[in-house]
């Protein structure tokens, strides 16, 4: 579903990632694993588009969006929520969502009533602003937002970051429901076995490249790969 | 010094008020947006009341000028960004700050070219070149017209801002443009109509200023430094910072003309550096 | 950071000497010119140490200079002090001046130092504006130049006051190199890219911008000084913020930064100005399109520009200097 | 204006640099500086003087006998002075003519006086430069700022004005008008009973002062404004209906800007030393060939610029060649112009000219000025001049 090959990209003079393979089956979970400063998030951003591509390509859908900008990727259906989260502060929880709703849904949509039924403690919480929100309600809001724009893939950086661990199983849970569903998920991921739990597939990174993929199954039982470039 | 006395003060403060901000609010916005300090806003402001001036002699009459100048000013301020201030984005205030500076001098030049350099000025519209009776006093009706104006464009943009989709893409954008793009909301367009809109609002200042004001080939250089103050007084990129800082600027110096005249000509500057000095971002800066 | 580099070095001699040539064999006006470029390159140069080094963008150049013109001219021609005494305390009134609005506005960057600097000196040209006693907008006169026969100049000369012009330039370009390679520019570059790191390493950010600015000041104050002896007169026009802008046009012009830059960008902008202004009333059109052209073409200026190609072509030496243009940019 | 004649110097110096310094030295020819501000606030000022100098020495058909230099003061003193240093030093010419403000007059004024080249000032109306600051060398065909107002000061009083509340902007020539008026006025037994000074350049609103001065309760408003502030006063005062009389310095209802004023400016009454409409032949004449040549009606500046150079003339007539002997004829000029009698005073050489109280009124659908008065020969205090 989504393919990238190749891809090389960085932040002005300095390169981050040197060649790149990925390959994300529809419908599955997959974790990109690895240390600090890797390049994880440098490669999510250069999915959606924040980051130029300098070279390889990004296949979504049988469509090319290597040079496309982030919007039109966005449209295309990759809905992104960030480590921070990025909720708009100046915007109500309301807006924040109808912000994200695109002006002709197609056929099953994500509707403000779906997602407000996904994550009730977004409904009492609806007037209030973005700013006022506690972090555990910022991440629902962030994945609340992100699946408003009907996405065909969720891109997650760190959701549990930062977070509580009773919050953290509910972003779990909430995720687990979202996979039953048939969701395909891309999930950057220092938690271990917040990870191992949800993914199906697993790429592990390092200075910019993939240097181990396999099923979340094999990880589990493969110590020499997780010590190695996860540190664990 | 009787009541009627202060309502007309009253008055002529939130007249002058309102022309500042239509002035500053296109300035304010377009930094808060595209984080870009257009100088040359002050230049369109020049152009809308020479423009209006020229369309007022060709068709005689004030309400044509009052509409077609504003377009005018928005395709001349389309051309700018085309050519200039899409490619200035990334550039850093100081390059923008220079680059819009220059143009200051080019559309100077333009104006003694096409204008010549004697003041011209603009009769207002027949149906409001009297006075009308309000709160007791007589008051130009022209002057209630800015008012109105001013009024009704602050209202138009809160209510835009504040309860509709496309206010709701702005003040996201604002704040985080990269996550509102990242949503699918195409911020390059949003940009560039927020950018009209708000050369628009300067070519509509500066014709329906020039019945009062007249239309000098300085007026751009001249209004520009009133229009920074309320900005950065209110805090760059905020509606409700320019609507704070021109009703402070306007009422100040306004009563300042009349009750401290010797310091009037300070008064601004001097409110200006104890804002800065007390608040550095301005009253209400703008989030992000 | 600053350093003198081989190609500064002779660029700045290459400059003086050309000014000094073009005042000894052009005619009588190349001389007016000169002075002109010498007073417009002092006042870039004092800016540059600020807005190149310390990254702050003065729109108060202008009054700084003139608060020591005023104050040598008070002294001199209203009070009847001695001329060099005058001059020390105009310079004074400047280093002052220019302190406290540094020390003030401390806590402002970008476009609201660019404001708060505005808002001082337009304050000061407000107050000389409006003073009755010093002729208000329509200045004053009877100012007279300093008395150097006793080492045999004759400071009415034009040629002599042009070369004595040209000797406070360098004199003003080494004190401020000199000031800035130390490591009180060192700091002051520090500030400029991180000021929250040199908080952290105990440096009193505020008070370190504010003695750069008071430093600048005083070599404002020189232009001021000569401005006031070069006319004999004096008016607040000295002080208005466009004067300000200009020394800005001329410092990008140049190049941010590299304190050789000013002295080039006031030679091009003042020769540009005069050449154009011969052929037409509308070279305020030029001037702005150079300055949109030179900002477009990278934002180095003309010095920093071959200063940038030179380097390219000796990378060797790659170390030692890397153009301001792109930290501002 | 200044375009050709550059244009025209140009071409003559690119192509017979060696024939025109040979031209110019064998006809004794009179080179004249023209100093005048043709970019900024007042570039309409200096054109409209340029225009006038020209049409008269082109009118006496004495173009062969005048070379003229021209230089742009850009309303900049230190600019104005280098520029004259450079028309004294370099192009050496034997007059100077023009300086619209008194800042550019006051930095030139100790030069010209050292390097006695004469000035003929075509409108700086400082009145220090024909008093106290005086020179043999600087000879003012404009006016002074006291000589516009006082006339109407004492005719206003006499007139039945018992108070007057009076505006002007906060700078020199403001407060010059101003205390002149205040001065005439009060002599003849008025009184001013309130008094305000504007920001120079910044006032972009009148409404607060004008409030203030209706509030007053004066018999009268007298103001001195010109150029876009006087645009801004008169269509301001015009528009908020004010019933108490607009008097003023003359400038305030130029010809130049009474078209924008539009119908505000019906009814005031003002002084000045020129008005187009003044029903002599030799004002008619002029305003003929005025018009003939620039297709546009005279403003008073271009009467400035026109007499500055029939003074010029005069005194080249009476046998001025050089510096020297034009500086000792300029203060003898006398002859009736465009704008009638005047002469040069040798006590203090500024001009005496008749002042004109006037009204601007709507004649055949066009505003027009209506003499209601005329003071005759006004003549400045010598006020501490030593030549």
């Not at chain 2, 080019?106 to 709160?135: E, H, K, N, Q, Y």
Request: charge should be negative.
């Amino acid at each position: 579903m989504l393919k990238v090959s190749s891809l090389e990209s960085g932040y002005g003079e300095t390169q981050v990632l040197h060649g790149v393979d990925m390959d994300i089956r529809k419908g599955s979970v997959h974790a990109l694993l690895g240390r600090n400063g890797v390049g994880k998030s440098t490669m999510l951003k250069t999915l959606i588009g924040q980051l130029p591509v300098r070279r390889g390509r990004i296949t979504f859908q049988e469509t090319d969006i290597t040079a496309l900008p982030s919007y039109a990727i966005a449209r295309h259906g990759m809905a992104y929520v960030p480590e921070t989260r990025d909720i708009f502060g100046a915007l109500t929880v309301r807006e924040n969502l109808q912000l994200a709703s695109r002006l002709a849904p197609s056929e099953g949509a994500w509707s403000m009533q779906d997602t407000l039924a996904f994550f009730p403690n977004l409904e009492k919480r609806l007037n209030n602003g973005g700013h006022q929100l506690s972090g555990g309600e910022q991440q629902m809001l962030a994945i609340g937002r992100a699946l408003m724009t009907d996405p065909n893939i969720l891109i997650l950086d760190e959701p549990t970051e930062g977070l509580a661990p009773i919050i953290i199983q509910q972003i779990f849970e909430k995720l687990l429901a979202l996979k039953a569903r048939g969701m395909t998920i891309l999930l950057v991921e220092q938690n271990l076995h917040f990870a191992l739990g949800l993914a199906d597939d697993i790429s592990l990174m390092s200075r910019g490249e993939i240097v181990w993929h396999g099923t979340s199954e094999t990880l589990a039982h493969d110590t020499a790969a997780q010590s190695r470039w996860l540190g664990v | 010094m009787d009541l009627s006395f202060w309502i007309l003060q009253f008055l002529n403060a939130m007249q002058y008020s309102m022309l500042l901000f239509l002035l500053s609010i296109g300035l304010t916005v377009i930094f808060g947006l595209l984080h870009f300090v257009n100088l040359a806003h002050a230049s369109l402001y020049m152009m809308g009341a020479y423009i209006g001036i020229s369309v007022a002699a060709m068709t005689g009459s004030f309400w044509a000028a009052f509409f077609l100048a504003p377009m005018f000013v928005t395709l001349i301020g389309a051309v700018l960004y085309f050519t200039l201030i899409d490619r200035m984005r990334t550039a850093g205030p100081m390059n923008q700050v220079l680059v819009t500076f220059g143009l200051i001098f080019v559309f100077l030049d333009l104006v003694r070219m096409g204008w010549g350099d004697i003041a011209l000025g603009l009769d207002g519209p027949a149906s409001l070149s009297g006075t009308t009776r309000l709160l007791g006093v007589d008051y130009p009706a022209y002057r209630l017209f800015i008012i109105a104006l001013g009024l009704g464009v602050m209202a138009t943009m809160w209510l835009v801002l504040a309860r509709t989709q496309i206010g709701a893409m702005i003040r996201a954008s604002v704040e985080n443009t990269n996550m509102a793009a990242a949503l699918g909301i195409n911020v390059s367009k949003l940009f560039f109509l927020v950018f009209c809109f708000g050369c628009a609002l300067a070519g509509l200042a500066g014709v329906a200023a020039a019945p009062i004001l007249s239309a000098t080939t300085t007026m751009g250089i001249t209004i520009l430094i009133p229009t920074l103050i309320v900005v950065v007084i209110g805090g760059l990129g905020s509606l409700e910072g320019a609507i704070v800082g021109s009703v402070i600027i306007g009422f100040m110096e306004t009563f300042g003309a009349v009750m401290i005249p010797s310091f009037s000509a300070v008064l601004t500057y001097a409110l200006l550096a104890v804002v800065l000095i007390w608040r550095p971002q301005g009253l209400i800066p703008a989030r992000g | 950071m600053f350093y003198q580099t081989k190609l500064r070095s002779i660029t700045l001699i290459a400059a003086l000497i050309f000014l000094a040539c073009y005042a000894s064999f052009g005619s009588y006006f190349a001389r007016e010119i000169v002075v002109e470029i010498i007073i417009l390159a002092i006042l870039a140069i004092s800016l540059d140490l600020c807005a190149g080094f310390g990254g702050m963008v003065s729109l108060c150049h202008g009054a700084m200079m003139g608060v020591a013109a005023y104050g040598f001219a008070i002294m001199s021609a209203k009070l009847g002090w001695p001329l060099f005494p005058s001059a020390l305390i105009g310079l004074f009134a400047a280093v002052v001046f220019s302190g406290l609005v540094g020390w003030v506005t401390s806590r402002t960057n970008g476009i609201f130092f660019i404001m708060a600097t505005l808002a001082f000196g337009q304050m000061a040209y407000t107050f000389f504006f409006k003073s009755r006693w010093l002729g208000g907008d329509d200045g004053f006169g009877g100012i007279s130049r300093f008395d150097l026969s006793m080492i045999g100049l004759e400071t009415n000369d034009s040629l002599v006051f042009t070369y004595i012009g040209l000797v406070i330039l360098l004199l003003a370009y080494g004190l401020t190199a000199i000031v800035m390679r130390s490591g009180f520019g060192r700091t002051l570059s520090g500030i400029h890219v991180n000021e929250d790191r040199m908080k952290a390493l105990g440096v009193n950010t505020a008070a370190h911008r504010a003695k750069a600015m008071a430093f600048s000041g005083f070599i404002a104050g020189l232009a001021g000084i000569i401005a006031a002896q070069h006319t004999l007169y004096i008016s607040p026009e000295l002080l208005i913020w466009t004067t300000s802008g200009e020394a800005l046009i001329v410092v990008i012009l140049g190049g941010l930064g590299t304190l050789v830059g000013p002295i080039i960008g006031a030679i091009l902008l003042v020769l540009m100005k005069h050449e154009i202004s011969n052929y037409t009333d509308y070279w305020h059109a030029f001037i702005g399109l150079v300055l949109i052209f030179t900002v477009l073409a990278g934002g180095r200026g003309v010095f920093g520009q071959i200063e940038y190609w030179f380097n390219k072509l000796t990378q060797k030496h790659q170390s030692t200097t890397k153009p301001h243009g792109d930290d501002h940019a | 204006m200044k375009n050709i004649a550059t244009k025209l110097a140009l071409v003559t110096g690119l192509c017979l640099n060696l024939g025109f310094t040979m031209i110019s030295t064998a006809s004794a020819e009179t080179k004249v500086g023209l100093l005048l501000p043709y970019t900024g606030t007042y570039a309409s000022l200096g054109n409209a003087i340029t225009e006038g100098f020209e049409l008269a020495i082109e009118e006496a058909g004495r173009t062969e006998e005048f070379t003229i230099v021209i230089e742009d003061t850009e309303m900049k003193p230190p600019v104005g002075l280098a520029k004259a240093r450079k028309l004294v030093y370099q192009d050496e010419v034997d007059v100077i003519a023009g300086v619209v403000s008194s800042g550019v007059l006051g930095a030139m004024r100790d030069f010209i006086h050292q390097s006695q080249v004469p000035l003929i000032v075509a409108n700086a109306g400082n009145n220090l430069a024909t008093g106290e600051n005086c020179s043999p060398y600087i000879v003012r065909v404009s006016f002074s700022n006291g000589q516009i107002n006082r006339p109407m000061g004492t005719w206003l009083s006499e007139n039945g004005v018992k108070t007057i509340y009076t505006l002007a902007p906060d700078y020199a020539a403001g407060h010059q008008m101003i205390d002149a008026f205040t001065e005439a006025f009060t002599a003849a037994g008025g009184e001013v009973i309130g008094s305000e000074f504007t920001p120079f350049g910044q006032t972009k609103d009148f409404g607060p002062y004008l409030t203030n001065a209706q509030a007053s309760g004066a018999d009268g408003i007298f103001v001195f404004y010109a150029g876009g502030e006087a645009i801004n006063f008169v269509k301001q005062y015009g528009s908020f209906n004010i019933k108490t009389p607009l008097y003023g310095s003359g400038f305030l209802t130029s010809p130049l800007y009474v078209e924008a004023e539009g119908d505000a400016a019906i009814g005031v009454r003002a002084s000045l030393h020129y008005i187009p409409t003044l029903d002599t032949a030799e004002n008619k004449a002029f305003i003929k060939a005025f018009q003939a040549k620039y297709n546009t009606m005279p403003s008073e500046y271009a009467v400035q610029g026109y007499d500055a150079a029939l003074a010029l003339m005069a005194a080249v007539d009476n046998g001025g060649v050089d510096r020297a002997t034009l500086a000792s004829q300029l203060p003898h000029v006398s002859y009736v112009g465009p704008r009638g009698p005047l002469e040069i005073d040798p006590a203090t050489n500024n001009i005496v000219q008749n002042i004109y109280i006037y009204d601007t009124v709507m004649e055949n659908g066009a505003l027009t000025q209506k003499i209601i008065d005329t003071v005759p020969a006004v003549r400045d205090d010598v006020a501490g001049c030593q030549m």
